[in-house]
T-cell receptor
């Protein structure tokens, strides 16, 4: 069965510092991997996805994520955090043979001014 | 409006009542998904439509939950004999298609259901 783990409920980072939000996954085949962001009172917004090819994926708002097959991880990163990046971030996985997306529990990111 | 819309935004009902939640996907999107998000959790898959048919309803928790998409566009999630445990935010998403070539899902703002 597919699963996603986000080991940190909350991450605090000072503005201007690099940030990392961790995600590990479990899927039987080759995965599609995603990051979504949820701002208060707004719907989930797509940030980026890994389908195939280069392990480093670049997405919206300066975010990027690195697919590591041996560690089954897909950590979200940004070189320099902004206060406006404060939100709830969800990692998600889809088995290529299936249509369902399985989401992690989410990590709340606080960027401190 | 170019995005996915959901109505109502909030629904308060009493235990045992019947509710309907509506989703209007992005025009031209053939795939439509329903999720449920409980407090402090990520979205949980309920059902997926490709066109008018339910391609995968394995996430529906029990037979009180049912969803339709009769014309391949708007979808309605129906919950009978609501229980307090049904309280959650119900999210709808749509994408161009599913299958081999993946397209990302676009989410609506959700309907917050509260069962008293």
């Amino acid at each position: 069965a597919q699963s996603v783990a986000q080991p940190e409920d909350q991450v605090n980072v000072a503005e201007g510092n690099p940030l990392t939000v961790k995600c590990t996954y479990s899927v039987s085949g080759n995965p599609y991997l995603f990051w979504y962001v949820q701002y208060p009172n707004r719907g989930l917004q797509f940030l980026l996805k890994y389908i195939t090819g280069d392990n480093l994926v670049k997405g919206s708002y300066g975010f990027e994520a690195e697919f590591n097959k041996s560690q089954t991880s897909f950590h979200l990163k940004k070189p320099s955090a902004l206060v406006s990046d404060s939100a709830l971030y969800f990692c998600a996985v889809r088995d290529r043979r299936d249509d369902k997306i399985i989401f992690g529990k989410g990590t709340r990111l606080h960027i401190l001014p | 409006g170019a995005g996915v819309s959901q109505t109502p935004s909030n629904k308060v009902t009493e235990k045992g009542k019947y509710v309907e939640l509506r989703c209007d996907p992005i025009s031209g999107h053939t795939a439509l998904y329903w999720y449920r998000q409980s407090l402090g959790q990520g979205p949980e898959f309920l059902i997926y439509f490709q066109g008018t048919g339910a391609a995968d309803d394995s996430g529906l928790p029990n037979d009180r939950f049912f969803a339709v998409r009769p014309e391949g566009s708007v979808s309605t999630l129906k919950i009978q004999r609501t229980e307090r445990g049904d309280s959650a935010v119900y999210l709808c998403a749509s994408s161009l298609t599913s299958g081999v070539s993946y397209n990302e899902q676009f989410f609506g703002p959700g309907t917050r259901l509260t069962v008293l």
